[in-house]
Structure formats: structure tokens, C-alpha cells
């Protein structure tokens, strides 16, 4: 009989092989959720008395963390924490980690994938050639990316990742950085300067109270006309409903969102419907490696916890034990 037992909220993966060896080997019981229900989620805690939580989208809320009076920790099989309720951990003595640098270069290679298909028009001109017309001449006219502006948002560490390949492909690149952070041949800006300069603007900061929706209409009416909005962060940072009305207005020429407010969005209306916006499935973090690394890493943080340990990656500063 397994001495622990772990709810999973939720995964993007195939299987379950990696968490069910780290975690069996530790002597853990893993239970699955079929759905991020917080009522159905709060019914297996409260059931099972879990002794950890792994969650990758699933809602960590308190409701859910109090149903089981023995929750050592909540480990988050990803990056960002806005699914977590992280002060109620705190406050509780529950550690909260996650694996804050498994998939930078998916990120970076993914936005930067994201700015070629804008800037060459590979989405537009496949979907039209998939339908049947084959128009050298559909859209605006294209220029060339090399020697034009990248603006980043946010230079973390998947942020000057971007910006390392984007320097390498002629792109200048300006970002912000609200750590002070600053990088070799990238100048670091205020807001508006970035916004009024980059023809392609690229949002890698966290989704909290403070950043929720800060990219609307005011951010929209600062950028030019021929800029793009690529956001491979979180979709709470962007207030579509004032991105679907900059596109109708000619305030930009396009979008690209790999991630959305809600997931899944509802791609029959815009802005997702927009010929003009890429949309992905929030798949930038994803590949074969990034997977295989993450998922490891995070059983094992719950098993070194469960143990008496202090896992890697603890994000509200508490120690086991």
C-alpha cells in the first residue's frame, strides 16, 4: 500500500509513465482528474486526503487545497503560478514549486516561428492556397525582416533567449525590463518608446492581478499601423476585445497568440477569427525534450517534499519538514 497519495489535475501529454515511476518509487499513489472541475477536484482531495497536488492548467484553488488538511505541496508542471492560489499555500505551510526554465528555447523558437509566419504571410497564404487560390499578390506587401524591430516585454530568461536569436537574424531588438535586467546589444526602453518603435511586439511577462489586461486600446493606439502583437506568455495579459477592435480599425496589421483568455477560446469570433491573427494552441512550451525534462523534474519535487526534503525550484520561500 503506497504511503502517499498525489492528485494530478491535469496534463497535455500522452501518458503518465514518467510521474508513475518517479512517483511509485517514492511511494506515492497518483490520482488522476478527468476534468479541471474545481467541484470534481475538491471531491478527490477531500476523498483521497492527498499529501501533494501536481497541476499543469488545472485550477489550484483554496477550495481545493483545504480539502485535504495534510497538503505538503503543490508543484506546478510548468512555469507560471496564476493557477495557483500561491498566498493560501504560504500562509498554510505548503511548499509551491514549479520548473521555471524547462522549456526556454521552445518558447523563444516558437515566438520567433510566430514572426516569420506574420512577417512572410505563411499562415495567410497557406490557408489560401489550401482553398484553392493561389495569389502571389494577396495582401500587403511584405518586407524584409532583417533590420527591422523586435520589442520584447519582458526580459527574463526566455526573453533574452529571444533576443540572442533574434540579434542573430539581423533583427534590432528593444525590451523592458521591470528587474532592471539589461543584455548586450539589446537597449533596454520605457513602454512607449517600444510600443512607438518595433514592428513586431513580443509579450513574455507573467500573468498577476497587476498585468492582467494591460495590453489593450491604449498599448494598441501606440504601435504602428504595420506592427504585429505576439504573445507566447499568458492570454489574461491581453485584452482581446480591444485587440479584435485595433484590427478592425487599422491600429495593427496582425497578431499571433499562442495563448488565450480563456483556454480554449472560442475561435468562431474575433479577434481569433481574423484572418489577419495566428492562433496555436498554447504549444509553445512542447517538445519531446522540454516534456520529458519537466515532467521528471516536478515528480520529483514532490517525492523529495513528501520525504522531508526541500525540492528544487520552491517559489513562496518555505523548507520542508
Keep these: 500500500m503506497s504511503k502517499y497519495r498525489v492528485l494530478l489535475t491535469d496534463y497535455a501529454w500522452a501518458n503518465l509513465e514518467i510521474e508513475e515511476d518517479t512517483l511509485t518509487e517514492g511511494g506515492a499513489e497518483l490520482i488522476v482528474a478527468e476534468t479541471i472541475e474545481e467541484d470534481l477536484l475538491v471531491k478527490l482531495a477531500k476523498e483521497h486526503q492527498v499529501d501533494a497536488i501536481m497541476c499543469n492548467w488545472g485550477p489550484v484553488t483554496e477550495k481545493v487545497i483545504s480539502a ?36 526556454l528555447a521552445e518558447v523563444a523558437e516558437h515566438t520567433l516561428a510566430l514572426i516569420f509566419a506574420c512577417a512572410r504571410k505563411v499562415a495567410m497564404y497557406h490557408h489560401d492556397t489550401m482553398n484553392g487560390k493561389y495569389d502571389l499578390k494577396a495582401g500587403p506587401m511584405m518586407r524584409r525582416m532583417e533590420g527591422q524591430t523586435l520589442g520584447i516585454v519582458g526580459l527574463g530568461n526566455i526573453g533574452m533567449m529571444l533576443a540572442q536569436k533574434a540579434k542573430c537574424l539581423g533583427l534590432n531588438v528593444l525590451a523592458t525590463s521591470r528587474s532592471g535586467k539589461t543584455m548586450e546589444g539589446v537597449e533596454t526602453v520605457d513602454m512607449d518608446r517600444l510600443l512607438a518603435e518595433s514592428d513586431y511586439v513580443s509579450l513574455l511577462i507573467p500573468a498577476t492581478p497587476e498585468t492582467r489586461k494591460t495590453f489593450g486600446a491604449e498599448q494598441f493606439k501606440k504601435m504602428k499601423p504595420t506592427a504585429y502583437l505576439i504573445n507566447t506568455a499568458r492570454g489574461a495579459i491581453v485584452d482581446h476585445d480591444a485587440l479584435a477592435a485595433a484590427l478592425d480599425s487599422g491600429e495593427l496589421q496582425g497578431a499571433a497568440l499562442d495563448v488565450q483568455d480563456p483556454e480554449p477560446c472560442d475561435l468562431t ?10 492562433v496555436t494552441p498554447h504549444a509553445a512550451f512542447v517538445s519531446v525534450e522540454s516534456l520529458e525534462n519537466m515532467r521528471g523534474r516536478v515528480a520529483r519535487q514532490v517525492i523529495d517534499c513528501l520525504q522531508g526534503k526541500t525540492p528544487e525550484n520552491v517559489r513562496n520561500g518555505l523548507t520542508a519538514g
Excluded at 474575433?270 to 495566428?278: F, Q
Design 68 to 103: 485535504s488538511p495534510n497538503m505538503k505541496i503543490v508543484a506546478r508542471l510548468g512555469i507560471g503560478l496564476d493557477n495557483i492560489d500561491v498566498d493560501y499555500c504560504t500562509q498554510h505551510g505548503i511548499l509551491v514549486t514549479n520548473t521555471p526554465d524547462y522549456c
Design 269 to 278: 469570433i474575433a479577434p481569433y477569427n481574423d484572418p489577419r491573427v495566428i
